[in-house]
């Protein structure tokens, strides 16, 4: 697991070149998706880093341009997130959504249970996706530590005054001379801690690193040390994280286990370090979130669809062979029961567009002459305006799916999104399956 290293604390930095003292500046730098920040000093650690940025981790979440005063421009893309340079200059890119859209949107992606979304206590004050899902994991914290952390067996090793568990005969022989009293023994341990409280602690110990409320951080602060009282901090791996199983012992954790899992996933989260370097960054791409979104809802719909199955990320034939081919993964692939491709769709995370632009369009033809079946390109909210038109016979069609509603509950959310991908199916899926019969 990536090492989440604490950030380093603000100030003036030296530049070693010129000798001269470079002031940072003291507030976060924020920005939108698609924004670009005014120019602002940086120091030298912080412009290596940034310079260095797209060839240690090839597609950066920012894009960096250096003035010849020394200052630098961020630019912005699709990603959201926070950055933290090894000057402790904090670069916030906040979503076009509110807060709120943007985790009913993760929610909904991820298939993440958060019941607590739905109170809105404190939510409303959240400045930023971090503070948001910081307050709702304080929320389900507070609950378990009030109903009681989980314990289980685990398996220890260790050198007693007394025979504990069984004696490790291997470990006993290998002891120096003489041997007394003490025994090197395998003994199992019903503790707290243990690998469910640890990916808890490996969690709220990184969203300390990223609130941007002093009280917020603070409050968590208090949890944590609660925590280690009874839990040591070790290393988790995502994937153990995903391999924790509850039972009706423990399922009050449920939805905090989830909320570990959204801190800690590696398949939407991308987080960057530079070295040794006291800095951290970590990035939402919406990219990533909208296919998602997409993907679960043509599976939900398709689901009361008779004979129809949904397919993400489905490697297709290549038009180019030889050594100019490329990787050809459509983002959504809806088949028959029997397994025939009949429509395949392309999600785009754009937040202001009227029309598809030419890049989408040439890969969508690609995928729609691979596979000799109709295409549609789907984008959030809003309205595309392109008519459906043709590549060797086949349509092709832009549609719009309801991420942006003015919705008062994450349950009218989901209902104003599905609705609108049953508007496309029944405008766009039912017409491709008719036309392969």
């Known amino acids: 697991?990536?090492?989440?290293?604490?950030?380093?604390?603000?100030?003036?930095?030296?530049?070693?070149?010129?000798?001269?003292?470079?002031?940072?500046?003291?507030?976060?730098?924020?920005?939108?998706?698609?924004?670009?920040?005014?120019?602002?000093?940086?120091?030298?650690?912080?412009?290596?880093?940034?310079?260095?940025?797209?060839?240690?981790?090839?597609?950066?979440?920012?894009?960096?341009?250096?003035?010849?005063?020394?200052?630098?421009?961020?630019?912005?893309?699709?990603?959201?997130?926070?950055?933290?340079?090894?000057?402790?200059?904090?670069?916030?890119?906040?979503?076009?959504?509110?807060?709120?859209?943007?985790?009913?949107?993760?929610?909904?992606?991820?298939?993440?249970?958060?019941?607590?979304?739905?109170?809105?206590?404190?939510?409303?004050?959240?400045?930023?996706?971090?503070?948001?899902?910081?307050?709702?994991?304080?929320?389900?914290?507070?609950?378990?530590?009030?109903?009681?952390?989980?314990?289980d067996y685990v398996s220890t090793s260790s050198i007693e005054k007394r025979v504990k568990g069984r004696i490790d005969v291997q470990r006993q022989l290998q002891r120096p001379s003489p041997v007394t009293t003490d025994f090197a023994v395998d003994y199992e341990e019903f503790t707290t801690d243990n690998t469910l409280n640890q990916a808890v602690l490996a969690s709220i110990r990184v969203l300390i690193t990223l609130v941007s409320d002093d009280d917020l951080r603070s409050q968590l602060r208090v949890q944590e040390r609660q925590l280690r009282e009874f839990v040591s901090v070790e290393p988790v791996q995502p994937a153990t994280v995903r391999r924790i199983e509850l039972s009706r012992l423990n399922d009050h954790y449920t939805t905090l286990l989830e909320l570990?899992?959204?801190?800690?996933?590696?398949?939407?989260?991308?987080?960057?370090?530079?070295?040794?370097?006291?800095?951290?960054?970590?990035?939402?791409?919406?990219?990533?979130?909208?296919?998602?979104?997409?993907?679960?809802?043509?599976?939900?719909?398709?689901?009361?669809?008779?004979?129809?199955?949904?397919?993400?990320?489905?490697?297709?034939?290549?038009?180019?062979?030889?050594?100019?081919?490329?990787?050809?993964?459509?983002?959504?692939?809806?088949?028959?029961?029997?397994?025939?491709?009949?429509?395949?769709?392309?999600?785009?995370?754009?937040?202001?567009?009227?029309?598809?632009?030419?890049?989408?369009?040439?890969?969508?033809?690609s995928y729609i002459l691979s596979l000799e079946v109709p295409g549609v390109l789907v984008y959030p909210g809003g309205s595309v305006k392109m008519p459906p038109s043709t590549v060797e016979g086949y349509s092709l069609h832009s549609f719009a799916v309801s991420t942006d509603a003015d919705t008062g509950s994450y349950d009218d959310y989901v209902q104003d999104l599905e609705a609108s991908v049953e508007r496309l199916f029944d405008q766009v899926v039912t017409e491709a399956s008719e036309s392969s019969r």
């Open 1 to 151: 697991m990536t090492e989440f290293l604490p950030i380093g604390g603000l100030g003036p930095q030296i530049d070693e070149a010129g000798g001269t003292e470079t002031e940072p500046p003291s507030e976060p730098i924020s920005l939108g998706e698609h924004e670009e920040t005014d120019p602002f000093p940086v120091s030298q650690a912080d412009a290596e880093f940034l310079e260095s940025m797209e060839e240690r981790f090839g597609t950066a979440p920012l894009d960096v341009s250096f003035g010849s005063d020394g200052k630098v421009t961020l630019s912005s893309g699709s990603y959201v997130g926070v950055l933290t340079l090894p000057s402790g200059v904090r670069v916030e890119v906040t979503p076009k959504r509110t807060v709120t859209r943007l985790l009913w949107a993760l929610r909904y992606a991820f298939d993440t249970p958060v019941d607590t979304l739905d109170l809105e206590t404190d939510f409303t004050s959240a400045s930023s996706f971090f503070d948001a899902i910081g307050i709702l994991f304080r929320a389900e914290l507070h609950s378990v530590l009030s109903q009681g952390l989980h314990r």
């Open 260 to 365: 570990a899992t959204l801190v800690l996933e590696r398949e939407f989260f991308e987080d960057i370090r530079a070295g040794t370097q006291r800095s951290l960054a970590l990035f939402v791409n919406m990219n990533t979130v909208f296919e998602r979104i997409v993907e679960r809802g043509f599976r939900a719909i398709a689901q009361e669809q008779e004979g129809l199955r949904v397919d993400g990320q489905s490697s297709i034939p290549n038009l180019v062979d030889g050594p100019h081919s490329v990787s050809m993964r459509p983002d959504i692939l809806v088949r028959t029961a029997g397994g025939e491709p009949i429509l395949v769709a392309d999600a785009k995370w754009k937040t202001n567009h009227e029309s598809p632009s030419s890049s989408d369009v040439y890969q969508l033809t």
